[in-house]
């Protein structure tokens, strides 16, 4: 029998929405490179979505490939990013921001949120430092919504680390590789268009959430907009069926799919949590969205283990191992059940 | 009333039995990253194909990509790779080889081609010189098969490229983002498991030849295996639901699809090109493939370009074209037959 | 017996007025990185000849480490270069340019020199290309002053290569290696501070002029001075102990040193050049500076070998060979008399 | 009244016998960019100091540029180098070692060293995470000897650090910008054919310790030879009077000068030491070489700042201070004489 994975949220395909529409539209003839009219269409939702107007919007293929172009067409050569110590471009990308030249500034996360007084105290350090020269200049900030351990800034933390970047004149850029997850939780107090507004750019998921790969960045900072699409074509993510991304985010920014396919997500994760609490398994991180870290017995996650697939994360001690849950647009509710019937009876 | 389209090989999606496939896997659970058995499976196939059993097969989502990739995961750092002026690294793909620190050594083409008499001059040159670490290193040699031009090498020029590589001791890197076109070709005098050996590392290009995106990296030189999963993940060609390329690979290797879609579209650009000779046009390259280079009187292209998409190559004189007819698999028999009515009827 | 060696401008250590002074500053403390009294003075003294009291001036060690240093600064990560095919940076770097992930965008010499139409003609391109994003943006142009075959620019000329770059705005970055020898040449119709207004950024050499080592980088361009110490420490071009910079070239911007070493050079070098015409040799390039390009038969070259140093360029024919002569600061009056009387006698 | 300056080692110029050899050999013709008979004498030198007949040694002009120019010939494009969290390399080269490309990948320090164990930790982590090519891939440890702080490694701990590099086949690299006053000290248990069997790589430097500039790196691992010069001249850091480094270092390592002149800096940092100590003021960190850290009151160290330069190295609380003194071959005893003093009599 095979095992039901709660490994990632990458494990299926699309939402069925998205494949109907790529097999309706699969013999139409469009240009290439993201100028045909469903990328045009699906970059005019997004700002309509965004209550922005005026912002870019690029379509780029995958996460990794997303921040370094982004990252890079921000920083100047001796430039550097500032981020968590466990943030996404500090640990899981082989170096890709070093690769591009840039050095990932890190500061030391709680539960892989960062906050505006740490980021104003690395600023201050640098051009107070006698010789500012001789070290690498912040010239970013990146965090991620939410984080990699599925927590959210509150609009006040994000209000907060905004302000600092504009009192150092340095962009903000939110990874939003979870973005939809991050919005449609129950916890969030912020919305697309006030993310909009905080960020300098950022981008909306959709690898992790309904699509079959895709993110859409979305600049608002003017100043970041120019020859975007020349950093996209050198750093190989220029895709030549442009149309592909175009047609998925159209779909995906209809009918509100993006999140209630990620509300969906929250509350399948939400029922896992309650779960895992009950049988008295101690929470890792209090995360409110797709993903849930939890500290199990060893031998309860070799039990589990024989029926699903789980994230281990980290060997907390020698009888205990850190695991994630992590749920999707595609987690089916009777597979939770057996989950949870499981845990039960354990 | 629509133009059609003889623009380029990846206007349309993929090969409808391809996307029958996408539809039927779409909800399977798989692991990520390109470690799930539809890629182990793709793979096999590759390798049997090649009659390369111990080859290593890598997916990569477009061209630019894989070949960026593939050549950085070759060079030391003061290395370059000699490649034709009008290679596709030299000119379209906005300096990606640079932008990883290389330096493209262009040679003079005749109709995209390079011959080993070249290289072997420039690898001369390179070492006979008094100081040669003032000057790049010559690394490897790429070249396309078929060209930019739709033209193919014989299979005594391959080897003489092949010979002279050997006896440097570099690597010779085949793009072959359009390969089927030129191996089904009725004037190509090699086979996919001849290519394999006198290539250390080439590609089965997807994106141009029926998938809906996609090119699979062939390396048969051990000495180029190393870690090169590295180099995919740090260049952003990592793509998470790697399933979507396995997929579509094992469709095209099954079936004698991949030649089969690749015949279709020669014999349509082998009607047109005798549509064109016949009323006299003169032919810019002789090509074999899908691609044909034609010059065409001003007035004439206006007329055709009421009704039809052609790109315009280069502005030859003051009232000549040179344009490019492109077929794909997806061309349709009566757009072919239209065309050749109305180019009769100018 | 040694040979006498006309190889190159940099066989000998410094004039003997900058070692002098060395020695006397030698035990003095002074703060390093040059932030130092000499530096500033220095500074003061290129700024007044210059006649541009607000340009920056750095100081960096070697040629190829200014043109990497000043390139990487100017451009963005997609840019390119403009030079010509036998520029310093496209062929005797051993890729530093690319290595900082650029291209270089060549255009065909002719006697070393490129031209304003040429250059215009390469903007015009790239800027009308449908999709230029496919290929590497010009950022800026690179000449030299003199060229690498001893030419020069007419100011016309130069001004011409200006009014180009403004139009597309992009930076006139002017090479001065050799520049006292250009400015010092008999045949040269500008002055340092008219070059000073048309480049928006070049250097005045001294490793090749009558110091140990050193690159006298002058910045006009406002837009150009941002946080370039970042690029001289980031490329390792930051000397500990800049100091020695600053005094080299205080003592060189004094008295006309810089000027007259270089007019020694130059007479020497025409003493040679019209002992070559008499001898009926051609001329290969009609050089006004220091190096002089001659067609030597290979017998005549032998005989000369036995007793002096140099420089074979080219392997002219079978009985040929182009070889450059090359006098500086340090030449000595009776050695260049020794050379003519061979070259009378052979 | 000039203050004393104890903030550096490269506040003066150079050994006295070396400025004479370089006025003595000043117009004497030599070959280019590191080929002629001091540099090929130098290296014999250095090889006969270090025992190893077979190493490679190589001129650069600078630390950094040493630092840069070794790792990049050593490491592959994904891999990193595994550092101090205080060493050179991450926070003193704005990002040099990022700018080519590798990540370095810090371990938290003990009074500015690593040990074995931690090393051995990181790389196992590495190697068995699943999905290693998710993370850079540790290709080399950096280290340096004596650290930023002063410390030196004893003859176990480097033996120990070597063990674990040939355990997991990875190159051991010793920053050596102070080596002599590290070799020199009475606390060293090490001597320099020792450092060479240790190391596969490391440098002898020059700038801070008797040279104009200059640091000498030595090869040992064969592995590691090949091509190093297209690096350097790449790098930017191929000196064009090459002569200027080997004079130098001919003149270091004859008649024990390089040893000779760091002791003399070790003792003048010892009374330093032992006067700060009798004054009751706390050690940063226990260093036996030319740097020592000391915490001192705010309002003495207004007091010594009057007379004497020294570096704040830290705030250490609202009323503290931590401070560097430094001495070099130049620091005269006459003037630790009058700081002594003035220590006592605050």
Same mark, same amino acid.
């Given at each position: 029998?095979?095992?039901?994975?709660?490994?990632?949220?990458?494990?299926?395909?699309?939402?069925?929405?998205?494949?109907?529409?790529?097999?309706?539209?699969?013999?139409?003839?469009?240009?290439?490179?993201?100028?045909?009219?469903?990328?045009?269409?699906?970059?005019?939702?997004?700002?309509?979505?965004?209550?922005?107007?005026?912002?870019?919007?690029?379509?780029? $293929?995958?996460?990794?490939?997303?921040?370094?172009?982004?990252?890079?067409?921000?920083?100047?050569?001796?430039?550097?990013?500032?981020?968590?110590?466990?943030?996404?471009?500090?640990?899981?990308?082989?170096?890709?921001?070093?690769?591009?030249?840039?050095? $990932?500034?890190?500061?030391?996360?709680?539960?892989?949120?960062?906050?505006?007084?740490?980021?104003?105290?690395?600023?201050?350090?640098?051009?107070?430092?006698?010789?500012?020269?001789?070290?690498?200049?912040?010239?970013?900030?990146?965090?991620?919504?939410?984080?990699?351990?599925?927590?959210?800034?509150?609009?006040?933390?994000?209000?907060?680390?905004?302000?600092?970047?504009?009192?150092?004149?340095?962009?903000?850029?939110?990874?939003?590789?979870?973005?939809?997850?991050?919005?449609?939780?129950?916890?969030?107090?912020?919305?697309?268009?006030?993310?909009?507004?905080?960020?300098?750019?950022?981008?909306?998921?959709?690898?992790?959430?309904?699509?079959?790969?895709?993110?859409?960045?979305?600049?608002?900072?003017?100043?970041?907009?120019?020859?975007?699409?020349?950093?996209?074509?050198?750093?190989?993510?220029?895709?030549?069926?442009?149309?592909?991304?175009?047609?998925?985010?159209?779909?995906?920014?209809?009918?509100?799919?993006?999140?209630?396919?990620?509300?969906?997500?929250?509350?399948?994760?939400?029922?896992?949590?309650?779960?895992?609490?009950?049988?008295?398994?101690?929470?890792? $991180?209090?995360?409110?969205?797709?993903?849930?870290?939890?500290?199990?017995?060893?031998?309860?996650?070799?039990?589990?283990?024989?029926?699903?697939?789980?994230?281990?994360?980290?060997?907390?001690?020698?009888?205990?191992?850190?695991?994630?849950?992590?749920?999707?647009?595609?987690?089916?509710?009777?597979?939770?059940?057996?989950?949870?019937?499981?845990?039960?009876?354990?």
């Amino acid at each position: 029998m095979e095992k039901i994975q709660f490994q990632c949220d990458y494990n299926e395909g699309c939402a069925p929405q998205i494949m109907q529409r790529l097999v309706e539209t699969n013999l139409e003839q469009n240009i290439g490179y993201g100028e045909d009219p469903h990328c045009e269409h699906a970059r005019e939702l997004i700002r309509k979505a965004c209550e922005a107007p005026d912002a870019d919007v690029h379509f780029l $293929v995958g996460g990794t490939q997303a921040n370094a172009t982004v990252i890079s067409s921000i920083l100047r050569p001796y430039q550097g990013a500032i981020a968590a110590t466990t943030g996404h471009i500090a640990v899981h990308e082989t170096g890709a921001i070093e690769h591009s030249g840039h050095k $990932v500034l890190t500061l030391p996360a709680t539960n892989g949120k960062i906050h505006a007084k740490q980021i104003e105290q690395c600023l201050m350090c640098h051009y107070h430092e006698d010789g500012p020269e001789h070290a690498v200049q912040p010239g970013m900030v990146y965090i991620s919504y939410p984080t990699e351990y599925g927590t959210l800034y509150s609009k006040q933390e994000l209000m907060d680390i905004h302000n600092v970047c504009r009192q150092y004149q340095i962009p903000l850029f939110v990874d939003g590789a979870r973005l939809g997850y991050g919005l449609a939780s129950k916890e969030s107090d912020i919305t697309m268009p006030e993310l909009a507004k905080m960020a300098d750019v950022f981008y909306l998921g959709g690898t992790k959430q309904g699509a079959l790969f895709g993110e859409a960045v979305v600049i608002t900072n003017p100043a970041l907009k120019k020859d975007f699409r020349y950093f996209i074509k050198q750093g190989g993510g220029m895709l030549a069926k442009g149309r592909l991304l175009g047609i998925q985010y159209e779909e995906l920014m209809q009918n509100d799919l993006y999140l209630s396919l990620a509300r969906h997500a929250n509350e399948q994760a939400e029922r896992i949590q309650q779960a895992l609490m009950q049988k008295g398994y101690k929470m890792a $991180v209090p995360s409110p969205t797709n993903q849930q870290f939890f500290i199990l017995p060893n031998d309860h996650l070799k039990k589990l283990e024989e029926k699903y697939v789980i994230t281990v994360w980290e060997h907390t001690d020698a009888d205990h191992t850190t695991v994630r849950f992590c749920t999707s647009w595609a987690t089916k509710k009777e597979n939770v059940d057996k989950l949870i019937e499981d845990i039960k009876r354990i």
